[in-house]
């Protein structure tokens, strides 16, 4: 499973991002895709996440901000990121997840998201 992330850049608080994750490679046995994020000086961690069912997830902070999809036809799924905060500074990482006898984590490359005046 490979995962390529893109759509950070620099922005306003208050603006806007969306963030894509292309996914190739055996993903019929991929259980979950997320979005993980880390800031200077802290630990990774979950930003929200999709099931194949559909259900969703969102850490506190970013839960009416934030939005999850997939769009299965293109193995993609998007972070749509609004009202941001200088607070969601960090590297942005896709996650991929495999539930199986073990759990499996893919990741792709960080993609960095700066809010800043």
């Known amino acids: 499973v490979q995962l390529q992330a893109s759509g950070g850049g620099l922005v306003q608080p208050g603006g806007s991002l969306r963030l894509s994750c292309v996914v190739s490679?055996?993903?019929?046995?991929?259980?979950?895709m997320g979005w993980h994020r880390q800031a200077p000086g802290k630990q990774r961690e979950l930003v929200s996440f999709?099931?194949?069912?559909?259900?969703?997830y969102y850490t506190p902070s970013v839960k009416g901000r934030f939005t999850i999809s997939r769009d299965n036809a293109k193995n993609t799924v998007y972070l749509q990121m609004n009202s941001l905060k200088p607070e969601d500074t960090a590297v942005y990482y896709c996650?991929?997840?495999?539930?199986?006898?073990?759990?499996?984590?893919?990741w792709g490359q960080g993609t960095q998201v700066t809010v800043s005046s």
């Open positions: 490679g055996s993903i019929s046995s991929i259980n979950q």
């Open positions: 996650n991929a997840r495999r539930f199986s006898a073990t759990i499996n984590d893919y």
């Open positions: 999709i099931t194949n069912t559909g259900s969703t």
